[in-house]
């Protein structure tokens, strides 16, 4: 029986590869229809103008590309997990600024070498056109967004004042959109391409808006979230279990985690991103949180009936993804929480679960997954002590010892950064498939 479970779920698509695919298709797809609106457009004025269009053109599919992927379609999402978009649209942004700096610069030259003057004077004459100043303009406020998200100035910002910062983004699409109105030879020099480039501002400005502002504001709305009770789990670490009307419709899953605000104790910028640490059911939604800065500071003081604000849910790492029979779950400090949750939901009797923490006071919720794991007959180990004291469970020959069959098992992944990477490497070395790993990391930025 386990052998035919095991074929049958290969056999089938992952969900993950399912979603690349899709995306794939979709933005070869585009690129293909922008290249023939390209070549169909004519060329410009001389080489440099017509390269200059060449990549004005690309830059208007990267920006829309951009807005897909922060878009937070809840079937993409759940099959990739905001960590990975959040990382591809990291590195489409910076393919977008080069692409902008790249159009910017050849516009100028083109324009210097038809009207043989030099570039300052080309510039200053291009100012005084419309369109070619909404041009400079969006080009110049992604520039500034780009050299505030490289890693080295984006260290030294709070996620507040960069994520504002980032928000001039959004002003540069307007600015875009309104540049590429005025803009005729290029995007509207066929009905074929101006119908192409309106649909596509329509699909992704249109995705963005409903999965950024009306979905989270309906839900909002319709679930009515409101602060039931804080429990302390430690002296740092608190849970918070919040209600809702009609709570069984929000389609939440064990593993998921929603963008929580808490507007009557926190300012309404503060949006911290927690795991649901216990499965959701149509009674309450529960986060863990660990007290480490101003943002949750205030959470065990918060009386039952405040006002929740939620945004979510998202996130991959739920069983939608498994592939095998038995499961490994492995937990790290506070990212015990989606584990716990998934262990609430696990039906498996095949399961080992091994929870890693410093001391006892880290390993919140220990308690909870003992439960679980006594009443159903699982395999727990708990790793509890520091690297420098010998204490490495996830050496490649520790962890194979003590999962021998693990290459033959899913394996749930959820802890801080440095540990997730360094097992995430353990698990290549040891030959576990790459379909059967599951991690994400919680990142807005």
């Keep these: 029986m386990r052998e035919m479970l095991r074929s049958g779920q290969r056999s089938c698509l992952p969900p993950a590869v399912a979603a690349q695919w899709v995306l794939g298709i979709w933005v070869l797809a585009n690129i293909v229809i922008v290249e023939y609106l390209f070549v169909t457009a004519g060329e410009g004025k001389n080489e440099l103008l017509t390269a200059a269009k060449f990549f004005g053109m690309h830059a208007a599919l990267i920006m829309l590309f951009q807005l897909q992927l922060v878009a937070r379609v809840p079937w993409v999402d759940r099959r990739l997990g905001m960590d990975k978009l959040t990382l591809w649209h990291r590195w489409v942004g910076f393919a977008l600024l080069w692409t902008i700096v790249t159009h910017a610069v050849l516009v100028v030259l083109g324009y210097a070498v038809l009207d043989e003057a030099s570039v300052a004077t080309t510039s200053l004459a291009l100012s005084g056109v419309p369109a070619s100043l909404l041009g400079m303009t969006a080009a110049a406020l992604v520039i500034a967004v780009g050299a505030f998200s490289a890693r080295r100035a984006r260290s030294k910002l709070r996620y507040e004042v960069w994520h504002a910062l980032h928000l001039l983004l959004y002003v540069a699409l307007v600015v875009a959109f309104l540049h590429q109105l005025m803009e005729p030879s290029a995007f509207r020099?066929?009905?074929?391409?101006?119908?192409?480039?309106?649909?596509?501002?329509?699909?992704?400005?249109?995705?963005?808006?409903?999965?950024?502002?009306?979905?989270?504001?309906?839900?909002n709305f319709?679930?009515?979230?409101?602060?039931?009770?804080?429990?302390?789990?430690?002296?740092?670490?608190?849970?918070?279990?919040?209600?809702?009307?009609?709570l069984d419709q929000l389609s939440a899953r064990p593993g998921q985690f929603f963008i929580w605000r808490f507007p009557g104790h926190n300012p309404w910028w503060c949006a911290n991103p927690f795991s649901l640490s216990a499965a959701p059911d149509d009674r309450s939604l529960?986060?863990?949180?660990?007290?480490?800065?101003?943002?949750?500071?205030?959470?065990?003081?918060?009386?039952?009936?405040?006002?929740?604000?939620?945004?979510?849910?998202?996130?991959?790492?739920?069983?939608?993804?498994?592939?095998?029979?038995?499961?490994?779950?492995?937990?790290?400090?506070?990212?015990?929480?989606?584990?716990?949750?998934?262990?609430e939901e696990e039906e498996s009797k095949d399961v080992v679960v091994?929870?890693?923490?410093?001391?006892?006071?880290?390993?919140?919720?220990?308690?909870?997954?003992?439960?679980?794991?006594?009443?159903?007959?699982?395999?727990?180990?708990?790793?509890?002590?520091?690297?420098?004291?010998?204490?490495?469970?996830?050496e490649p020959s520790n962890l194979a010892a003590l999962v021998p069959d693990i290459a033959e098992r899913d394996v749930f992944v959820c802890g801080p950064p440095a540990m997730t990477s360094a097992l995430l490497e353990t698990l290549r070395a040891l030959g576990v498939p790459r379909r059967q790993v599951h991690a994400e990391k919680f990142n807005l930025a």
Excluded: K
Excluded at 197 to 218: H, K, N, T
Excluded at 326 to 338: D, S
């Design 286 to 343: 529960r986060l863990t949180a660990r007290v480490v800065g101003d943002a949750t500071a205030s959470f065990g003081r918060m009386p039952a009936g405040a006002r929740a604000v939620l945004e979510g849910p998202y996130g991959a790492l739920t069983s939608l993804h498994r592939r095998q029979p038995g499961v490994l779950y492995i937990a790290g400090g506070m990212g015990v929480t989606p584990i716990r949750s998934l262990l």
């Design 222 to 246: 319709r679930h009515r979230f409101v602060v039931e009770e804080v429990l302390p789990e430690s002296p740092s670490v608190v849970s918070v279990r919040v209600t809702g009307r009609r």
């Design 354 to 394: 091994i929870y890693r923490a410093r001391d006892l006071e880290e390993a919140v919720l220990l308690d909870e997954v003992r439960g679980l794991a006594d009443s159903r007959s699982w395999q727990l180990h708990t790793a509890l002590g520091r690297s420098a004291d010998g204490v490495r469970p996830f």
């Design 189 to 219: 020099s066929t009905s074929m391409a101006y119908s192409y480039w309106g649909a596509l501002w329509i699909l992704s400005l249109g995705s963005l808006v409903v999965g950024r502002f009306v979905v989270p504001i309906y839900r």
